[in-house]
């Protein structure tokens, strides 16, 4: 229903009930505080655009601009800072792009909006997970349908990329892959996604070095009994 909610934290870790809940926007699907607590963002899947708020004395309170709008249909999915939280990057999952904003007093200004997908893919895909490299020169994020792990630089912060597509699917028999998740430590990237057929799997593949190399071929974690 596109609700967000504030749940205050009680003494011993546990959750008390909502002391505020509020309408984002259709599909909200994520929310994010930056480093000092102080703004909040929720992409909102079905209503194109991230909202926007304040955060103080546990209360949410719409951005003096309450929306960062997306391209009609672009399906806003998950935003990530990057260090500093001066920059922001949002994976849009229905279109399959990638979207650089500056970030100040709590609300996002595009720079540009690239695809996540390899020049020439075809064929149903749909954009999922978003990561920042610590160092702040790398967005990765992540292709469900093509099943691959989109790498890209900028080193202007957004407004201008040098693009670098990595199959992480290569030397596998053909499958459907789905959900790859990515995690950045330090400087290296560790990628899981699952596979349907032709048996199910939980696959994972490493990079020590922020994606410049990878794996010669995917690791199977499990298999389905």
Not at 164 to 174: C, F, T, V, Y
């Amino acid at each position: 229903n596109g609700a967000v909610a504030v749940l205050p934290i009680r003494g011993d870790g546990g959750l008390m009930a909502a002391s505020q809940t509020l309408t984002a926007g259709g599909n909200a699907h994520q929310i994010l505080t930056d480093p000092s607590n102080a703004f909040v963002l929720v992409p909102c899947k079905g209503a194109d655009w991230v909202a926007q708020y304040t955060f103080a004395a546990g209360t949410l309170t719409a951005n003096a601009t309450p929306h960062a709008m997306t391209a009609s249909g672009a399906g806003p999915r998950h935003i990530a800072f990057a260090p500093g939280a001066q920059y922001a990057y949002l994976v849009n999952e229905n279109n399959s792009t990638l979207t650089a904003f500056s970030f100040t007093a709590g609300r996002l200004t595009e720079l540009q909006t690239v695809s996540t997908r390899a020049a020439g893919a075809t064929g149903a895909n749909t954009g999922a997970e978003i990561v920042v490299h610590p160092s702040g020169a790398f967005v990765y994020s992540s292709n469900r349908g093509d099943n691959n792990i989109y790498t890209n630089r900028s080193i202007d912060h957004g407004v201008s990329w040098m693009a670098h597509d990595q199959n992480l699917s290569a030397g596998l028999p053909p499958g459907t892959d789905f959900g790859p998740t990515v995690v950045a430590l330090g400087g290296e990237l560790h990628v899981f996604w699952g596979r349907v057929s032709p048996t199910v799997q939980t696959l994972y593949q490493r990079s020590l070095d922020g994606g410049a190399t990878w794996l010669p071929a995917p690791q199977v974690l499990a298999l389905a009994p």
